[in-house]
Nanobody, 116 residues
Framework: QVQLVESGGGLVQPGESLSLSCVGS????????MSWYRRVPGKERELVAT????????TYATSVKGRFTISRDNAKNTVNLQMNSLKPEDTAVYYC?????????WGQGTQVTVSS
């Protein structure tokens, strides 16, 4: 059974940092491209960051470039998202995603709220 479980969300003030983690199981994690998305109610889900299987290539949405860092630990089947200098507009439910064969597999999501 393919599964992704996110953790690390919470409530922070603007300018603070938060780190999210996603643990994968049921598929070959070390061979998989991993991504973080976020969704604000009433809006389309937004791709935030992607990392290749070896962790050597990353891409970011313009809105988070320079503030967020995606990384992975293949020994622990974990992909992380370090979020610095958080802004109120970063408030969303954050999801990790993997494509297994032709299926997109999503985690349950973790809420991040940035508010003073």
């Amino acid at each position: 059974q393919v599964q992704l479980v996110e953790s690390g969300g919470g409530l922070v003030q603007p300018g603070e940092s938060l780190s999210l983690s996603c643990v994968g199981s049921g598929f070959t994690f070390s061979s998989s491209i991993m991504s973080w998305y976020r969704r604000v109610p009433g809006k389309e889900r937004e791709l935030v960051a992607t990392i290749n299987s070896g962790g050597t290539m990353t891409t970011y949405a313009t809105s988070v470039k320079g503030r967020f860092t995606i990384s992975r630990d293949n020994a622990k089947n974990t992909v992380n998202l370090q979020m610095n200098s958080l802004k109120p507009e970063d408030t969303a439910v954050y999801y990790c995603k993997v494509k297994v064969y032709t299926r997109d597999i999503w985690g349950q999501g973790t809420q991040v709220t940035v508010s003073s």
